[in-house]
């Protein structure tokens, strides 16, 4: 299981009877990754005490779409379509600080986000959800009597969240679009259903979606997945034994390059169910990807 936040058991609060050094509301935990597996909590930074986060706000997903005019036909054709960046807004409030260790704070805080490369950030509120951001601006909005709020503001470098784990290990929270039942992704029988959580389809092809679909057992002659529900499948030419991995568009014969014995198909995933139909192939088939949603 992935940790993403602090394991402290005296984390920040709202204040309470007798109490003067707390905010007046429960702060929002944020965390930090690189990659999205080793996380890095604001409270466990010493230099940043007495700095909350209050809210945050996401911008809707927000589409942009490419047209074509073909020949004499009427209007235009779709040729492709994206989600664009999108800004996430921050409000943090500076609590019980002089104006030096204000100064002082403010320094830490953009030391904690500004970095030249994009990271990765999750929000305890949200918990089950990440945004690959830069942060772009840092700016005061509020001053009072016992502090003052700045207003973050990160881009989505992507426009969508992305699920903290994925298909084998993923964080379960609400608007994940699960049913009662959590789905399985590891199957031993020649037909089965993959479900996809995401908004949108997984495609490894065009749109670079990370996506493994692994084969622990043998085959003994051609070998063949397909995906009925896209009508999208690919062969594996000849008997093996051990482990095949479809590693995104690239395959694997235990751990070696085998595109060359393959018909070179792509397999890519639906929203909802995805009905798959195995043959020749005797063993267990893992499918490990991240769900991807609009929010």
């Not at 204040?15 to 990659?35: A, K, L, R």
């Not at 470098?157 to 699920?163: A, H, P, T, V």
């Not at 990370?210 to 057992?217: A, E, I, R, V």
């Amino acid at each position: 299981m992935i940790t993403v936040f602090s394991k402290r058991k005296d984390k920040p609060h709202a204040y309470g009877f007798n109490e003067t050094n707390m905010p007046p509301f429960t702060p929002i935990e944020i965390s930090i990754s690189p990659d999205g597996s080793k996380w890095v909590s604001m409270f466990d930074q010493p230099d940043l005490e007495k700095i909350y986060v209050h809210s945050h706000d996401v911008a809707n997903a927000t589409l942009t779409d490419t047209y074509q005019k073909i020949g004499i036909n009427d209007g235009q054709s779709l040729i492709s379509s994206s989600y664009e960046q999108r800004d996430i807004k921050m409000s943090v409030l500076f609590w019980g600080m002089n104006a030096n260790d204000m100064k002082l704070a403010y320094d830490a805080l953009q030391r904690f986000f500004i970095s030249r490369e994009a990271y990765w950030i999750c929000f305890s509120d949200w918990p089950q959800r990440m945004y690959y951001v830069k942060a772009k601006q840092i700016t005061p909005s509020y001053v009072g009597d016992r502090g003052y709020y700045c207003d973050v503001t990160f881009t989505d470098q992507i426009g969508l969240s992305r699920s903290v784990g994925t298909t084998t290990d993923f964080v379960v929270g609400f608007g994940n679009n699960q049913p009662v039942d959590r789905p399985n992704y590891v199957f031993s029988t020649s037909k089965f259903t993959v479900v996809n959580m995401s908004d949108v389809l997984v495609d490894p092809e065009k749109r670079g979606h990370s996506f493994k679909m692994t084969l622990k057992g043998s085959s003994s002659s051609d070998m063949t997945i397909t995906n009925s529900t896209t009508n999208l499948s690919i062969t594996r030419k000849g008997g093996w034994s051990g482990e095949w991995c479809l590693n995104g568009t690239n395959p694997e014969l235990n751990g070696q390059p085998d595109g060359i014995n393959t018909d070179h198909g792509i397999i890519t995933l639906q929203k909802g169910n995805n009905d798959f139909i195995v043959t020749g192939f005797s063993g267990t088939i893992t499918f490990d990807f991240p769900l991807w949603w609009l929010s």
